[in-house]
């Protein structure tokens, strides 16, 4: 399996294949930053697209994303498909998945003590990170991140591309919008439209973003 990413959440999602012994194979990739050979010298760290087909070829064309901006993401997603990859799902055996009704997209990260009730979806390439708490009947998108400690009540729906920063609470009910930013420590009581930073307590708007144009 290749892990997209060297540093940073690339570690985190290390963890999480060691808890499930399957480091076996295991490669980095990294075609930015500076980087050793090898990852705490054991893991090799490709450097270029030439290098991520040799070891598809020789490993199997598994990979997962070890970068956590939830665009960034959706695009490497779409390069690394594109040169023969089958993206797959890690979901630590730490984390708290209820019995009933729970739907988790393709190629999600899911980080110990995570907790989700039943009847929750995610979509494709989500990020859910340590202490995250999604209850029951909550709807996410692709694509999103849900960063430590954050906490989705009862019927709440987040858009695809959006970022719901640490211990950040969303109320029942509550419609996050696609390409939204909420702030770390927010309080949110009332929907949050497409496109949008919303910070504070309770949360409100603080200025609109760029949408994100999938086909770029």
């Not at 640490?166 to 109320?171: E, F, H």
């Amino acid at each position: 399996m290749i892990v997209i990413g060297a540093k940073g959440f690339a570690k985190e999602v290390l963890e999480v294949l060691h808890q499930l012994n399957q480091t076996q194979n295991v490669a980095f990739y990294d075609d930015v930053n500076e980087t050793e050979e090898k990852l705490y010298d054991k893991f090799p760290i490709l450097k270029n697209e030439s290098q991520v087909k040799a070891f598809f070829e020789a490993n199997g064309n598994e990979f997962t994303i070890g970068i956590g901006n939830p665009q960034l993401r959706y695009q490497l997603y779409k390069k690394f498909t594109a040169l023969g990859g089958k993206i797959v799902t890690t979901i630590s055996p730490f984390a708290n998945l209820s019995s009933y009704d729970v739907t988790i997209g393709l190629g999600t990260n899911i980080l110990m003590n995570a907790v989700f009730s039943n009847s929750v979806t995610l979509g494709k390439g989500c990020l859910v990170y340590y202490n995250a708490i999604i209850t029951h009947d909550c709807q996410i998108e692709d694509f999103v991140e849900i960063s430590p400690g954050a906490t989705l009540l009862g019927r709440c729906k987040v858009g695809s591309f959006s970022r719901i920063g640490a211990n950040a609470t969303i109320l029942p009910d509550v419609k996050i919008g696609r390409n939204v930013t909420v702030g770390a420590g927010a309080v949110v009581t009332k929907d949050i439209p497409d496109n949008s930073l919303a910070y504070g307590v309770p949360a409100v708007v603080i200025k609109s973003v760029e949408p994100f144009n999938e086909n770029e």
